[in-house]
Nanobody, 118 residues
Framework: QVQLQESGPGLVKPSQTLSLTCTVSAGSITTSYYSWGWIRQPPGKGLEWMGVIAYDGSTYYSPSLKSRTSISRDNAKNTVYLQMNSLKPEDTAVYYC??????????WGQGTQVTVSL
């Protein structure tokens, strides 16, 4: 059974760069037709889709975040990364990674809280 675990710094200062990790406990992140996404939920608001990396390494981003966001992966470590620069207080949110396995459904990590504050 695929399990995802996000990890990150928790607290980041404004203007700094956020780096999050999503580690996959089973399966391969390069399995054909799978895609890996990052989603966030600010306090009191709905889910916001940030971007995705497909099995072939291609990436797609939310237009509103594209200039500040990068998604990458390390196949050997079965890990997907999110990097976001120029952080603002409004980037405070719970950040989730998920995997879309087509007919097998979508599996989510438990999320990691990121607070942007001095």
């Amino acid at each position: 059974q695929v399990q995802l675990q996000e990890s990150g710094p928790g607290l980041v200062k404004p203007s700094q760069t956020l780096s999050l990790t999503c580690t996959v406990s089973a399966g391969s992140i390069t399995t054909s037709y799978y895609s890996w996404g990052w989603i966030r939920q600010p306090p009191g608001k709905g889910l916001e889709w940030m971007g995705v990396i497909a099995y072939d390494g291609s990436t797609y981003y939310s237009p509103s975040l594209k200039s500040r966001t990068s998604i990458s992966r390390d196949n050997a470590k079965n890990t997907v990364y999110l990097q976001m620069n120029s952080l603002k207080p409004e980037d405070t949110a719970v950040y989730y990674c998920n995997i879309n396995r087509g007919l097998l459904g979508i599996t989510w990590g438990q999320g990691t809280q990121v607070t942007v504050s001095l």
